[in-house]
């Protein structure tokens, strides 16, 4: 390069930073916002994570955190999460392609807003309309008493795991036909008459045309609903009181102040170990979004 | 970053375009309609028994007789007033600061930066990364104590929350017009930037930004483990110390009305938006 263009190229170099520089002013204000708010404390879990209550450096959270109750939970935090993203997974598709291929158009609508709804409740509310509805003295264990069956004597309760599993379903189901019905509705009605035309019963096209379709968007759903249970709180905490181990809970009881002294950090380090388990869930995501992008083109 | 297309689903509170499958073949569509009803029926009674069961549960008096004392008892139980006006508060502050902030944010990046777009998408996603119990114990942890002193900390980080479903409603609304060529219109004919985003910009996003606006507010209303780890009583928090002292009733007969009211305003959004498609698509038959 001869200097003279060097010298030529300086200013329009500055200039271009300058523009730059101002065209990034307009989005400093949410820059500033996100920092303080989310990288911040971010941060400050993650550094947290590796420091005694003295403030020294440690290793000490870590190894407390992925040693005996908190390992538990960390592992029955990930098989929750598992059972509760890839059975309404799977229980969603069934009912979005119900829903989609019934002709009620009033259906639809229904079940839209309604999903809409559902995948939003959670918490607090959620808890007590099971407790009314499969508690010792629910409804439905009324009816099934009234049958001559007890759920609770034959190893049924709702304060356990599986009852945990089947209360999120009542989130995570509705989440699942939100996202996979844009998928289905892709699934263009000519693929169906080629295949039937070329003698594939219902089974046939599923296996060979509408699975393979399908299967990415149905792993990125699933994905998404192993992140929000993960990351669940207040419907366990509510429905069992913190009894069951989950991470997500543990968390929060460090949080509450029953903190054994010097482990005040633990909880730091559990949140890491969250934030470690959803990174790698949603790089899998990313990864699969891009085969997902390739059928769809 | 990852791009999140399906999660835009979650977003849209109106309805998707309801298109009339083609009907294959008669005979297979008559094999088909049986295991759809078992489904459908099941489904429907999955989400609807608890519903049932909730309500009948409120109406229920010690004696067994129905009543709607739980309801109309809602009002005067301690407590309950301080705790629905607290959630009310940050509900509108909450509102405020995420729509002043995200709003001209996203239409600045639709004008000036498009090409920033797709890092935008990623950035505005990371809150559903971190879960909110880490995050708050990670706020609790750097907030200066003036701000740890005052509830409107919690509004602060709904903001946060918030963002995504935020973003992704103002990101469709603005998607869907033609932003350069309005604000190029306005300006040549003279209007001034703020009147520019006030009377062109913000109109054409009144979709957007109202369904922002319930999202925003059904959140924070609905918000439980922030404010209860940050120890504030708002209402979720307010219901489950209710119910922990023995009120079950009364706790579920206000949770199934903030459940009703959530779903009446999702309703009337998404036939707001119903309207004003039905009256785009007869402007267009007219034309």
Redesign the interface.
Known sequence: MSPVRAADSQPLGRRRARAAFR?GA??L??GI??TV??A??????MV?AFRSPSGHWTWQNISIATHGVYAHGFVMSIELSLLTSVVPGVLGV??AN??????G?V???IV???S??????????LA??????LGTT???TDWMKALGFDPWNHGFDLYTFFGVALVY??FQ?P?MV??I???L?GLR?AW??AA?GLGAR?WGYWRHVGGPVLFP?FL??VL?LF?TS??A??TA??LTSGSIPLT?IQ??S???GNVIAGQQNV??AL?LG??VV??VV??L??MV??RA?RWSR | MVALGEVDALFDPGDAVARPPRAWAAGRLRSIAWWRGIVLVCTGAFFLIPLFAALRFSLESFSGALTFSAFTAIPTQPGFTAALSLSIHLAVVTTLITLGLMVPTAVYVHLRLPRLRPIFDGITILPIVIPPVVLIVGVLQVAPTSLKGTPYLLALVYVVLAMPFVYRSVDAGLRAIDLKTLVEASRSLGGRWPSTVWRVIVPNLRTGILSATVLTVALVLGEFTMASLDLYQTLPVWIYNFFLSGNGHVSTAVSLLALVVTWLVLLVISSFDLRRIRRMAQARRDA
């Open positions: 065209a307009g989005i204000p949410f916002y996100i708010f989310l911040v404390p971010a941060v400050a879990v947290g069934v009912v119900a829903v989609l291929t019934s002709r158009r259906l639809r609508r839209s807003s309604a809409g709804v559902f995948a939003q409740f959670g918490g607090v509310p007590f309309l099971f407790i009314a509805t629910g409804l439905v379903t009542y189901l989440l939100l996202v019905t844009p998928a509705e009605p169906r008459e039937s219902s968007s990125g759903g998404l992140a993960l990351s709180y207040a905490e509510v997500s968390i929060g460090f949080l509450n909880g730091k949140g969250l934030m959803i990174a949603m790089v995501y990313g979004q891009r992008s």
